[in-house]
Structure formats: structure tokens, C-alpha cells
């Protein structure tokens, strides 16, 4: 038997078709990386001890050894994209990269990506010799120390640091760097990957951390609502903490092991 098409029927009928046409299934990234046998990385080329050239001009680090455990974890081989600070979120939403590391939080691009656990230990740190005792901010009073002007470090070390504090402020990480090591300035404000650059290339200094002035973890990054992919690198990193990787790739590329519970 048959029934007329009314015309509520047939309106939604009509709807469900449009529907179907412009609302294809959510797309699985995890399941096309597998299909594909690719997992495409995001990385800045130029950030060491994360990712750099070496002698032979190939990109080693911290994040490309951290990236190839990756793919190894869900058994498909890593492709390395590179990316800049501008581009990186528009690489992953629109598919050009299927995982963005060395990514710090922020609520506006919560709007935009998915986070995975911390991979990577990130902070700030006031670092000198040490025969410089310097354990807070008050230790500060009377100190030469080198930034880099209009970074987080700069922000952070003027908040705590006494109004005798000679804070000398440079335009990029070399500036603040050649300061320190020659003698110029006494203290250094960086990051932890820019710490670890120093300790490698320059041992006989030994500079130290003398205390922390921020922390904030580096996380990895997935398209909005991959909730699969996003499960299964969390899963991976738990792995990788668990055999003690991960904290053998810190101590190799970040001079130091990860802190307990990280």
C-alpha cells in the first residue's frame, strides 16, 4: 500500500536529503593516519633543543624523537611538516598536519584544538653562575640581568624584580645570550629550551637555575573533537613516561630528567 506525500512529509524528506548531502560523517583522523600509515607532525624547525639542523642539515630534537615514538605507538611511519608560529593552527584544522607539539594552553585556541597531556616540561627560570647567590626575587636587588625584550620573560622578571634591579633588555635570545656568557650582565631570564642550549654548547660555565619564575608545560594539539587520536597519544605518552623514554629523552635534549609525578 502506499501513502500520499503530504506536503510536511515531503518538506522533510526533502530536509533529510539536503542533510545527508551537506553533513557527511565526522571524520576519524586516527583511523585515516592508520589507512594512510602516515602520522603528520607539526614542528618548528628552528626551536632547540626541540628541533633544529645539525651538521648533516637534518632536524633532530627533542620534538622529532618524541614524534617518531609517536608513530611507532600506533604502528605507522611520522612525516615532519614544518611550521611557524602563524600558520601552525590553520595547518592542523585544516588537515595539513594531523598533530601540532610544542603548544602552549590558552582559552582561545581551547576554542579552536583539542590538548593532549603535558609531553614536555616548560618554564622560566632566572639562571647564573654559581658562585651568584640569588635563591628569590629579593636576590634580584642590585643585579645586572639580560631578557629579551617584550617576551613572557621580560613580563614575568619586571613583575617580581626589586626597583634596583638592572634589568637590560635585549632584541633577540643571542643578544641575551652573548651579555651573559661575556660578562656584561650577571643573571639571564629564558626558558627552559633556551637554558639547555646554553649547558650544551657552552659546559665549562655551568650556569644555574636559580628560581623559577614561571612553569607552564608544553602540550601537543589535535583538531577540535578528534577525540580517538587525542586518547590515543595520551596513551602513548603515559606509555612513554611509564618506561622511563621520555625522561631519557629530557635528560639527553633538555639536560635534565623530568620531576617526579610530571
Known amino acids: 500500500m502506499t501513502y500520499p506525500l503530504t506536503r510536511r512529509t515531503g ?3 526533502a530536509f533529510a536529503l539536503v542533510a545527508g548531502t551537506v553533513l557527511p560523517a565526522h571524520a576519524d583522523t586516527l583511523a585515516d593516519v592508520k589507512a594512510a600509515g602516515v602520522l603528520k607532525v607539526g614542528i618548528f624547525e628552528d626551536f632547540p633543543p ?4 645539525n651538521a648533516a642539515m637534518k ?4 620534538d622529532t624523537e618524541v614524534a617518531d615514538k609517536l608513530a611507532t605507538a600506533l604502528g605507522v611511519k611520522v612525516e615532519l611538516v614544518g611550521i611557524t608560529g602563524q600558520n601552525r593552527i590553520p595547518f592542523l584544522t585544516e ?3 594531523d598533530l601540532l607539539l610544542s ?5 582561545e585556541r581551547a576554542q579552536v584544538v583539542d590538548y593532549t597531556d603535558a609531553y614536555a616540561p616548560y618554564y622560566i627560570a632566572v639562571m647564573g653562575p654559581k658562585d651568584i647567590d640569588v635563591k628569590d626575587a629579593a636576590g634580584l636587588s642590585g643585579k645586572s640581568i639580560a631578557v629579551n625584550r617584550g617576551t613572557l620573560e621580560d ?3 619586571t613583575k617580581v624584580a626589586p626597583a634596583d634591579a638592572d634589568i637590560q ?3 633577540d635570545y643571542s643578544g641575551v645570550i652573548s651579555a651573559f656568557l661575556s660578562g656584561q650582565v650577571q643573571l639571564m631570564v629564558v626558558g627552559n629550551d633556551v637554558g639547555a642550549t646554553i649547558l650544551a654548547q657552552n659546559p665549562a660555565i655551568e650556569p644555574v637555575e636559580k628560581f623559577l619564575l ?3 608545560p608544553s602540550q601537543m594539539a589535535v583538531k577540535k573533537g578528534e577525540a580517538p587520536l587525542q586518547k590515543a597519544i595520551n596513551d602513548a605518552l603515559i606509555a612513554m613516561k611509564a618506561s622511563g623514554e621520555l625522561n631519557d629523552l629530557a635528560v639527553k635534549w633538555l639536560k635534565q630528567p623530568l620531576v617526579a609525578g610530571f
Do not use: M, N, P
Request: charged share 20%.
Open 11 to 13: 518538506l522533510a524528506l
Open 50 to 53: 626541540f628541533a633544529s639542523l
Open 59 to 62: 632536524i633532530e630534537g627533542y
Open 95 to 97: 588537515g595539513k598536519v
Open 103 to 107: 603548544i602552549g594552553y590558552s582559552d
Open 155 to 157: 613580563t614575568e622578571v
Open 169 to 171: 633588555r635585549f632584541s
Open 214 to 216: 614561571l612553569t607552564s
